[in-house]
């Protein structure tokens, strides 16, 4: 079956620095990844859509300079929390869907600012 | 895309079925529901999803009401490895996002 990739599945950054987290679908081309954000006892919540050769459209509230996406290749989807700041600890997860109905999970990417 | 309802807990003994209900009665005629679930802190597992019949594969049953506002997912042999949170999502065939809501928190008993 389809499968996605993500890593680091855990980093540890101090404030103001950058991460980037790495999201590949192995076994698939994925045109549209997702990138979604879960904070503690709490349900996902969709940041962003990810397109293949075109800019992420963002859901409302999320700062695109902030949370920059790149989806350079059908296979390569990256998240970059940029001057990371202890609130955007939580828990990152990516997406892909294979078929119009199917969508494979990351491993997620737990992400601790101190 | 529907809004679904589901309990926010439930107990299950291990071996016995674990049925987990879902309402979506606002649920429009293209619209599918999936069922997923996340073990804690890993990523959403797809479980199944279903039209309007009834679907079962490896891991679970999916039955769904003839009017659509309702559905069941049943885990027939539950084990200690199913203690997760279960989220029912209702997903027209034209939109491409899983809108997650609160889900249901499976615990399995030994």
Not at chain 1, 20 to 28: G, H, P, Q, T, V
Not at chain 1, 59 to 71: P, R, S
């Amino acid at each position: 079956g389809a499968v996605v990739s993500q890593h680091p599945s855990w980093v540890i950054c101090k404030s103001g620095t950058s991460v980037k987290i790495e999201c590949r679908s192995l076994d698939f081309q994925a045109t549209t990844m997702f990138w979604y954000r879960q904070f503690p006892k709490q349900s996902l919540m969709l940041m962003a859509t990810s397109n293949e050769g075109s800019k992420a459209t963002y859901e409302q509230g999320v700062e695109k300079d902030k949370f920059l996406i790149n989806h350079a290749s059908l296979t390569l989807s990256t998240l970059t929390v940029t001057s990371a700041h202890p609130e955007d600890s939580s828990f990152y997860i990516c997406s892909a869907s294979e078929t119009d109905y199917g969508y494979t999970f990351g491993s997620g990417t737990r992400l601790t600012v101190v | 895309d529907a809004k679904t309802t589901q309990p926010p807990s439930m107990d299950c003994a291990e071996g016995r079925a674990a049925n987990l209900p879902c309402n979506h009665s606002t649920i429009s005629g293209n619209e599918y529901v999936y069922w997923y679930r996340q073990i804690h802190s890993q990523g959403p597992q797809y479980i199944i999803h279903g039209l309007k019949n009834n679907e079962t594969n490896e891991m679970a049953s999916l039955i769904i009401t003839e009017d659509r506002k309702s559905s069941t997912l049943i885990l027939p042999h539950a084990t200690l490895r199913d203690t997760a949170v279960y989220y029912c999502i209702v997903k027209g065939a034209g939109s491409y996002q899983l809108t997650f809501g609160k889900g249901t928190k499976l615990s399995v008993i030994p």
